[in-house]
């Protein structure tokens, strides 16, 4: 897999598996960020052996700068990731969310959360471009090639409606 490829990876992974309040988003996160640390430690080692020569390149110091511009980069989103772990852990508790108060505190936690989650993958994003020289395109947006489906003209009969 080359350094693209698994830059690819994680960002496909990050938009794929979303991170909720709650057990599963707990694990999520913890998942995300031990990529994320994995990738950056890929990009840090890349970018010493291109240095070293034990990678060969046309380029190895421009590689190698690359490389740790790259893994520099990375370690911003793994910031932020871990940044949002104190949000989401208090997202999660259920006791927030039983007084006016505690879901007043719930919504903050939950807007930091996806703050946090956003700049992470923005910073990814970033990353590419730094890796690849590519602009990303924008994921937040749905596509306006695509189109909705059909509405169903005969709604299935639901009781009490």
Do not use: C, W
């Amino acid at each position: 897999m080359t350094s693209a490829e698994a830059l690819d990876a994680v960002l496909d992974d990050l938009r794929t598996y979303r991170v909720d309040p709650g057990a599963g988003g707990q694990f999520t996160a913890l998942r995300q960020v031990d990529l994320l640390g994995h990738l950056a430690l890929r990009f840090t080692g890349d970018g010493y052996h291109t240095h070293t020569g034990d990678i060969e390149s046309d380029n190895p110091i421009q590689d190698a700068l690359t490389a740790h511009q790259t893994a520099a980069t990375i370690g911003r989103a793994f910031a932020h990731y871990t940044q949002a772990l104190p949000a989401l852990t208090q997202a999660s508790d259920p006791t927030n969310h039983t007084a006016l108060k505690g879901q007043l505190a719930a919504l903050n936690h939950h807007s930091a959360l996806r703050q946090h989650l956003h700049a992470a993958q923005s910073t990814l994003e970033e990353a590419r471009h730094v890796l690849t020289g590519v602009t990303p395109l924008p994921t937040n947006s749905p596509s306006s090639t695509v189109a909705k489906p059909p509405a169903d003209p005969n709604p299935p009969h639901r009781p009490g409606r």
